[in-house]
């Protein structure tokens, strides 16, 4: 307490040896410090008010012994004893309303002098104060009244030999006092503020000792605040050169904070830390630290790094090529996909080349689509770091035609990411399947027969326009999948009202939901004849196929006795027509939906052998669908039911086409596919679907039967008003005995040959050509190839 009054009183001397002003700004700068909510300008604050005080303290002690002169000029009063005798300033006689000191008095007089200057309401308690004073060690101040009544504030301690008393007027330091008051109460709370905080704090003074400290930092250490100090024990010793002072002194000298990383052990655990020094500003020039704890996070680091490395091991197993940038737009991982993709040495992948530069390796080596302006197409990828929130997709295709899926997006942890899939095959694949889907649906809808689909519920999945038409339903009628009781009950008027109605509804419904196998005519009561087939699905759907044969049935009524064998011939070509195309078809096309959902793994993983099985099943499935289709087309022809789409066809394009589609064949065979065309070739009305199928069947044949090694020629002319279409190859050739025949049905040049096929292409390709009104010839001898010449007529009538 003694201490704590004598920083007190130091204080008020500092601050009345100023002008207010001074006094004023002190208070001011150092307040807004310690209220400026940073605790590194907290503590400053605290720090700065603590050395000021004492500092001011020696001042004025240091200046009462040693000069009189700079006494007096000190705004408060000073009364000191010493040696028996006591003097008065010039300051304390007016406060205390006295004649102005003429020299030193007696000790005892000095005293009576003082009481009886004080109100009779304050002498006894005052007089009882310089007793203490003169008698012992005894510190005071208080607030007393002078006899003219001003107010007053003394304060007594004794220094070295001396005895004094400072008499300070009240009106004068209040408002000092106040602010000082206040600024001790603050700083108090500031130190209980640190107390709280969990983090070690500390500070030093000038000479980079430790001047303070928190509780957190004791805590660390095991000690209390005071040993701490006085034995200026730090956290950091042992760990860090000094201390920590070098650390401090080195933020000193920059003027920034400045911060080292050191695993200590704490409360027998071994933690890591982070030490920061840091100047607090101002002229006091001392520093404040704290210290986090960094141990969590080095964990975090830790279980990062080690998903990292697991994440790239998983990156570098798929076969999808992964690149990812970091947010300084460099590389930082690559998988060997990638590598292989992109066609750039691993070397200068590893390293960590910029976007720019990959994008310009990537030109160079033509990876990239055929871009016009490059410059702005870099310059779009650079702000992708920036600005790219949400996934990027897009197909490039490059100039070798080869087509890749990229994907960009941005990396969690800055950067992007980026994956490049070859969906090359995937997209023929999709193409083709979409082909298959649009021809089939377009068939279904030009279907004479109607079409219904019946899901195991009971309702219509899929139907097609001769459904509509053979029941006059509208579309409207048949949307949203209504159920097979309400498709029969919209019905009911074709049935003869004298039908047990409830009965045949009930049959008709247990038909499709029960799945039989069953087919049969319908004799409706408008007199027509519908003809039924109910096909149960493997996918647990029904089909329910319905032809109008009313005409033909009264056609087969009338000439049933005289032309019997004609109306069954006839009706055995329908059917094969049908059947072959719908009911051999349709399970067909289940046997290769479900072998791609197996090839696409949908419901997991196959194994080796197990995806070798699906791939060949898939194949087979292939070739029998392209089998069945050329027995259709042939039919069709043969039948006289096949029409011609006649429209304009550009036969430099139809040329180019036709040699794309065969590269990849030709490829695999270690062939070579030219074009011999004219750019003026122009062009001819024809169907173009049925002449490139035509060709193509053509081209296929040429590549089937020429060795590696070989070449096959694509070449067109004008001749007149016909188009010569001529396709070469270097093959086996074929013998004039074995030309007689070819152009027949299902007829091969070796049947026993390994790639033989089934003997309709050349055959439908020959009733195609024939079908625009055109002909085929072949100009062949064994071993040395084949010249197939088509001669299309430009215009058709």
Known sequence: MVAVRRLWLAGFVFFFSVSPAVADGWVTVHLSQLLGGALAVAVGALVGLILALRSARRAAVEAHEDSQRLVESVPAGLVRWNNGSATFSRRASDL?????????????????ILVDAIDEKNRARFAEMLQELRTGEAVFGDDLNVANGSAIRVFGESVGDSDVLWILDASEKAALSSELSAKTDEAATVQLLLDRIPLPIWWRDPDMNLAGCNRAFCDAIDSDRRTTLAEQREIAAGYIEGGGRALARRAAKTGMAQSESHHVVIGNSRRLLEFTEAPLGGASGCIGGYATDATALEALQDQLADHIAAHAEVLESLNSAIAIFGADKRLKFFNTAYADQTGIDPAKLEAEPSLSEVLEWLRERRRLPEIVDFPAYKAERDRWFTRLIEPFEELHVLPDQTTYRFVASPHPLGGLIFAIEDVTDRLALESSYNTLIEVQRETLNNLYEGIAVFGGDGRLKLYNSGMMRIWNLAEDELEGGPHISELVEKTRKYFPETVDWPKLKQRIILMVTERPSRSGRLHRADDSVIRYAVVPLPDGNTLLTLLDISDS???????????????????????????????LRTPLNAIVGFTEILDNRFFGGLTDRQADYVECILQASTLLMALIDDILDLATIEAGYMALDVQEVEIGKLMSGLAEVA??????????????????????????????????????????FTPPGGKVTLAARREGESMLIIVTDTGIGISAEDQKRIFHRFERVDPNARESGAGLGLALAKSLIELHGGTIELESAPGEGTRAICRVPVRQS
């Open 663 to 704: 590269l990849e064949r030709a490829d695999q065979s270690d062939l070579k596919i030219e074009v011999d065309c004219p750019h003026d070739i122009g062009s001819i009305y024809a169907d173009g679907v049925r002449l490139r199928q035509a060709l193509f069947n053509l081209v296929s044949n040429a590549i089937q």
């Open 553 to 583: 049935a009264r056609v087969e009524r009338a000439l049933r006795e005289r032309n019997l064998a004609l109306e069954n011939a006839d009706r055995i070509k329908s059917e094969f027509i049908g059947n072959v195309s719908y009911e």
């Open 96 to 112: 205390l309303d006295l004649p102005d000191p003429s020299g030193p008095v007696a000790a005892g007089d000095a005293d009576k």
